[in-house]
């Protein structure tokens, strides 16, 4: 099993930018597929972003994001990033690493779409104000 540990969450302005990062510890092997998720008050867990890390390096991000936010991991330091710019107020919201082990590149992005991820972390608040 793998721990993950966010942090990097905070209040910025609309505009603004924040990177979130994400350490990951335990038995790290196979866990090729991270991703970043989010869960504003009221409303249900959402996809952000993901990241997989095999032969070659694969990145997914909702449409509400791209363009705006980047995925990026650090193998040699066991830590995923989350790089978040032009920040708006609808990005308000609790931020969650999670990690999935097993299948491929397709599994990884099925499994994100559908917001079922193995291994979770507790959280890091995003507070963007206009």
């Known amino acids: 099993q793998v721990q993950l540990v966010e942090s990097g969450g905070g209040a910025v302005q609309a505009g603004g930018s924040l990177r979130l990062s994400c350490v990951v510890s335990g038995n790290t092997y196979g866990w090729h597929c991270m991703g970043w998720f989010r869960q504003a008050p009221g409303k249900e867990r959402e996809g952000v972003a993901a990241?997989?890390?095999?032969?070659?390096?694969?990145?997914y991000y909702a449409d509400s994001v791209a363009g705006r936010f980047s995925v990026s991991r650090d193998n040699a330091e066991n830590t995923v990033y989350l790089q978040m710019s032009s920040l708006k107020p609808e990005d308000t919201a609790l931020y969650y690493c999670?990690?999935?082990?097993?299948?491929?590149?397709?599994?990884?992005?099925?499994?994100?779409?559908?917001?079922?991820?193995?291994?979770w972390g507790q959280g890091t608040q995003v507070t963007v104000s206009s």
């Open positions: 990241i997989y890390s095999g032969t070659l390096t694969t990145t």
């Open positions: 999670a990690a999935d082990d097993g299948g491929g590149r397709d599994h990884c992005y099925t499994r994100w779409r559908a917001r079922d991820f193995g291994a």
